[in-house]
């Protein structure tokens, strides 16, 4: 049995552990996690006649599905609402998409709507609001407008036609090949895993020769256009997690058209299936919520129906809007 004074004493000490544990933080130098990311897709512009029957814009499926299939949920963001409506979409969204099409990247309601988000993205960002955008081929392109703020862009056709990547060094530390096997990066050099479908881009020389690119941009990989230019094929942002590709890693398991050369090997599924998970985990990064779980669940695209447009388009299914 412990004496009077011993007894007072160990319970000193045992109230002091318990008032250190209590004045300790729970989450010390861990990262925010969000397991409910929620991704915005910007909706395109229907340029292409066989589809302005079914509405003015439209997100093809397979982005949908690449979104979701590493683990969160969609959100299309319509391009006629106000600004003020697409401040408070910023606060409830995780992520935003920038998809392909064809619009114009400086006077168009897609380039103005992106416009309105990047620069949301960038002011958080800074601030510590973690936030990040990824853009596919015209949605790259895009990107490098927002950032140079002038279209730099040419021809750089590479039309229905599945290449290797040229990885620069920059890709070896790079957060989007992070953890990557080391067997897919090898495939990645030398198999057809990435589907372009493009007629302009970015040239390697141009990105080196203009300094807001070179400076905001790490670049990760490129590739010879048919006309022979070197151009863009992926990137990275330095210190901002924007992220920017040429070409479709969506195609790679959610399209099949068979005139279409989407590469559907085992290295390029694993290679798309690894992408989608990278861009949803920087969503979880995000803790952007809605106010509500109603006003989520109104918002989410599970309630619009994709129609089949597999015998009009080079897609099985399209939302239209």
Not at 82 to 99: Q, S
Request: aromatic share 12%; charged share 20%; hydrophobic share 40%.
């Amino acid at each position: 049995m412990l004496n009077t004074g011993s007894s007072t004493y160990v319970c000193l000490v045992f109230a002091c552990c318990l008032c250190c544990n209590k004045a300790m933080p729970t989450s010390l130098n861990q990262e925010a996690v969000n397991d409910r990311p929620v991704i915005g897709i910007l909706t395109q512009i229907v340029s292409d006649e066989a589809m302005k029957p079914f509405g003015r814009t439209y997100i093809p499926s397979s982005y949908v599905k690449f979104i979701e299939s590493g683990g969160s949920r969609v959100m299309p963001i319509r391009l006629t609402l106000e600004t003020t409506e697409y401040e408070k979409i910023f606060r409830n969204i995780n992520g935003l998409l920038l998809i392909g099409g064809s619009a114009d990247l400086k006077t168009s309601d897609f380039a103005r709507v992106a416009k309105i988000f990047y620069r949301l993205a960038l002011t958080a960002n800074d601030e510590g609001d973690f936030f990040p955008i990824w853009g596919t081929c015209m949605g790259m392109q895009l990107l490098t407008v927002l950032v140079a703020g002038e279209n730099l862009l040419e021809a750089t056709t590479a039309e229905n036609v599945a290449l290797p990547l040229n990885l620069t060094p920059e890709a070896d530390s790079s957060r989007m090949f992070e953890g990557f096997p080391s067997s897919l990066m090898k495939a990645l050099t030398q198999e057809p895993l990435t589907g372009n479908f493009h007629h302009y881009g970015v040239a390697v020389k141009t990105f080196k020769e203009n300094e807001k690119l070179q400076s905001f941009f790490s670049l990760l990989s490129t590739n010879i256009a048919e006309n022979g230019v070197h151009f863009v094929s992926t990137i990275e942002g330095k210190t901002h997690p924007f992220y920017g590709v040429q070409w479709h890693p969506e195609v790679n398991r959610f399209q099949w058209k068979r005139k279409q050369n989407y590469p559907h090997s085992a290295h390029a599924v694993q290679l798309s299936s690894l992408l989608a998970e990278f861009f949803v985990n920087e969503g979880r990064k995000s803790l952007h919520q809605f106010d509500n779980p109603e006003e989520e669940a109104s918002s989410l695209i599970y309630k619009d129906t994709p129609i089949y447009a597999g015998n009009f388009t080079g897609y099985e299914q399209i939302y239209f809007f």
